[in-house]
């Protein structure tokens, strides 16, 4: 059984790069390879250019923060952060100064007699984090460190790790399976499935660029409209003419020729409900569609609506709720209009 | 899920009742061994007709009897630390480690439970027997670690499986050598599961016979040959005593183990 193949990435030095996937797609057996726990059958890991396959974990210096917190119960706050410090054989004045200095990085000082029991998910997630950090290591790895923790602390957690990142100016090798989470935090993001990465960029690249069907599915949220390509493209922008007859022009994700069928993909965000007949609007610079709102749902800072397309079945629709912009009834005729440069063209058959 | 409360039922009623046959049916010789021990009468009879101290003062005033508490306790000591110790290295391995056979070893390791220990005995026997080692306190200790093995790898097996090896990489991420990993981060997590195991290997040396009937000889004999010699030549209430003081020195250590485990449930994942 092969679990990882074809990962290759390179990471710069004091950024925060995440590998992100579905569970299965071999993001945490990449960062076991890293850690030393998993071994390649083929394939290299490199630190700061040095190899590191003749090397136990023991030996990689990095600094390593599991989803299970892996706090040693049966020692204090302070003895954890300690561990490392002892184990490297630090003068003890020295590992009172960096443990000290490690509390307060992770706002945990004062806690330093207490035993992990005594502690939330959080704080013990926070003594991971000091105790992986202590001993400077080359790189932190983090495995899902957020995920057994809810919600509105994940948050919190997400802008203080990257605030602590970027303040220590540490290289971050993060696995998470929470695309919002690695928006937010991650200077680079590697998407993965079947153990291979789709693609590596920034989070901006990876949302408005997505290279495959699958990173514009994983990836935030994607309206798909399958059609074929007609005729030549003008100023790089293909036309598409959909099963159901509707007719719009986009950008191929990859090299792309006529008479190829594709699948395009639109964000929510980006189709725009319009005033008026379609028609008026056909300039060729903007994609226009007919549908009847089938579904309005106030989500808070948006309303999302499903407009039926009539043959091309149903697109999600997502206009914020600010005065001036038109929000259409349930049952409304509806003219929506986007982009031909926010119109991801793919391949079809590709999966 | 609701009825769950409720046993009001005839039959739930005659489970019960044969639940309770059966506890008194197990628990019932023991008490009256316990009852009869301390009697006044000169020969075994139930219910005593009067009650004394006499046959413990019997049991410990005898210097023979005393010897052989001692030779137990040494025995079950020493089968204490080798099963223990033999039984934590191989658990680690069998439950760690990944090579060829793993099964084949654990089910020899775990083969004296399967196989009559009368078998076991003798086969030792005419082993230390060749080594002129019979009537040594360290042959019936090696004999019986032969028959404690398979509980202690079972108990710090089990342990070790319920333990969370993210605890281990943890500590080896943060630069700790296997072994520094294993004694101050799992040997201590797992230590309620290793005493427990100790304690088992303990008694299951402590009340055993067969060894000791086969490599014992006239001078070192372990508690439970004495009972036997001394059953077939005379029968009195000294017997009952130290069947008592069987009991209680099991008990005892059962209780501990339970102590044990209900004060340090392995942490989990």
């Not at chain 1, 945490?28 to 040095?50: N, R, S």
């Not at chain 1, 932190?140 to 602590?164: F, N, S, T, V, Y």
């Not at chain 2, 029968?235 to 005593?241: E, H, K, L, R, S």
Request: with cysteine.
């Amino acid at each position: 059984m092969v679990a990882v193949q074809d990962v290759s990435a390179t990471i710069d030095r004091g950024s925060f790069f995440t590998l992100l996937g579905p569970s299965g797609s071999g993001k945490t057996t990449t960062l076991m390879m890293v850690a030393g726990f998993a071994y390649p059958t083929q394939g290299e890991v490199f630190v700061d250019g040095k190899p590191l396959a003749g090397l136990p974990p023991q030996k990689r210096e990095l600094g390593m923060v599991f989803q299970s917190y892996a706090v040693f119960p049966h020692l204090t706050v302070f003895d954890n952060i300690a561990f490392p410090l002892q184990i490297r054989r630090a003068r003890r004045a020295e590992i009172r100064q960096r443990v000290g200095e490690a509390l307060e990085l992770v706002q945990l000082q004062g806690y330093d007699r207490r035993l992990p029991r005594q502690l939330s998910g959080g704080e013990q997630q926070r003594v991971a984090l000091a105790r992986a950090l202590v001993f400077r290591p080359r790189v932190l790895l983090m495995d899902e460190p957020l995920g057994a923790l809810d919600k509105k602390l994940r948050a919190h957690m997400q802008l203080e790790l990257k605030h602590i990142q970027r303040h220590l100016h540490v290289t971050v090798m993060y696995v998470t399976h929470d695309q919002e989470e690695a928006l937010t935090m991650s200077d680079r993001v590697a998407v993965m499935q079947s153990g291979r990465i789709e693609q590596v960029g920034t989070p901006a690249e990876l949302y408005e660029a997505p290279a495959s069907r699958f990173v514009a599915d994983f990836l935030g949220e994607s309206n798909f409209v399958d059609g074929v390509i007609v005729g030549a493209p003008t100023a790089g922008r293909w036309l598409v003419r959909s099963g159901g007859g509707l007719e719009f022009r986009g950008v191929g994700a990859v090299p792309l020729q006529a008479g190829q069928p594709v699948t395009a993909a639109i964000r929510p965000e980006k189709l725009v409900p319009v005033e008026g007949p379609a028609d008026a609007l056909q300039t060729g610079a903007v994609n226009t569609c007919k549908g009847t709102v089938e579904e309005a749902i106030y989500v808070g800072d948006a309303t999302r609506y499903r407009v039926a397309l009539g043959a091309d079945g149903a697109v999600t629709v997502k206009v914020p709720n600010r005065l001036g912009l038109r929000r259409p009834a349930e049952g409304e005729a509806v003219a929506l209009a986007w982009s031909p440069d926010e119109t991801r063209l793919f391949p079809r058959g590709e999966t | 899920m609701g009825e769950e409360g409720q046993r009001t039922g005839p039959g739930a009623v005659a489970v019960a009742a044969l639940a309770g046959a059966v506890l008194l049916f197990l628990i019932a010789p023991v008490v009256i061994i316990l009852i009869v021990s301390f009697s006044g009468a000169d020969y075994l009879r139930f219910p005593p007709p009067s009650l004394s101290l006499r046959w413990y003062q019997r049991f410990f005033g005898i210097a023979a009897w005393r010897q052989a508490i001692g030779v137990s306790t040494q025995v079950a000591l020493l089968t204490m630390v080798f099963a223990t110790m033999l039984g934590f290295f191989a658990s680690l391995a069998l439950v760690r480690g990944r090579f060829r056979g793993k099964g084949a070893i654990y089910a020899f390791l775990l083969s004296p439970m399967i196989v009559p220990t009368i078998i076991t005995a003798i086969g030792l026997y005419f082993f230390f027997a060749r080594l002129k080692a019979t009537g040594s306190i360290l042959a019936m200790a090696l004999g019986h670690t032969v028959l404690a093995l398979p509980v202690v790898v079972i108990i710090i097996a089990a342990t070790l499986q319920g333990f969370d090896v993210r605890f281990e990489q943890a500590a080896l991420s943060l630069g700790a050598s296997r072994f520094t990993a294993l004694r101050r981060v799992t040997l201590p997590l797992i230590m309620p599961g290793v005493l427990s195991a100790a304690l088992f290997a303990f008694l299951t040396s402590f009340d055993e016979l067969l060894i000791p009937l086969f490599l014992s000889g006239v001078e070192v004999q372990t508690l439970t040959v004495r009972v036997w010699n001394s059953l077939l030549l005379e029968v009195d209430p000294t017997i009952a005593a130290v069947s008592s003081f069987l009991i209680g020195v099991t008990i005892t250590v059962l209780g501990a183990s339970a102590l044990l485990r209900g004060h340090g449930e392995t942490p989990g994942t």
